[in-house]
Nanobody
Framework: QVQLVESGGGLVQPGGSLRLSCAASGITFAEATMAWYRQAPGKQREFVGYISSRASSNYADSAKGRFTISRDNDKNSVYLQMNSLKPEDTAVYYC?????????WGQGTQVTVSS
């Protein structure tokens, strides 16, 4: 049974930083490409970035230069470091994996950027 559990969301002021975590189970984590998505109120879920099993990463234009995805295979965890946060980054952030042709999502963690 695949499970993804996000944590680390919260309220942060514009310009601040936040680090999200996603703990995975039920997969061979070191072989998985892990991704982050987000969904703002009233908007569709959108891609943020991913990190491959070889630790290469790719980001949406909105995340480039501000967000960094990393992974710790010993802890079966992936991280999203978010810097220089803007109010438009406010969203529920989801961890994602496609494993053996099936797509899995975490429950999401709320990030609110506001003064």
């Amino acid at each position: 049974q695949v499970q993804l559990v996000e944590s680390g969301g919260g309220l942060v002021q514009p310009g601040g930083s936040l680090r999200l975590s996603c703990a995975a189970s039920g997969i061979t984590f070191a072989e998985a490409t892990m991704a982050w998505y987000r969904q703002a109120p009233g908007k569709q879920r959108e891609f943020v970035g991913y990190i491959s099993s070889r630790a290469s990463s790719n980001y949406a234009d909105s995340a480039k230069g501000r967000f960094t995805i990393s992974r710790d295979n010993d802890k079966n965890s992936v991280y999203l470091q978010m810097n220089s946060l803007k109010p438009e980054d406010t969203a529920v952030y989801y961890c994602n994996v496609v494993w053996r042709l099936r797509t899995y999502w975490g429950q999401g963690t709320q990030v609110t950027v506001s003064s």
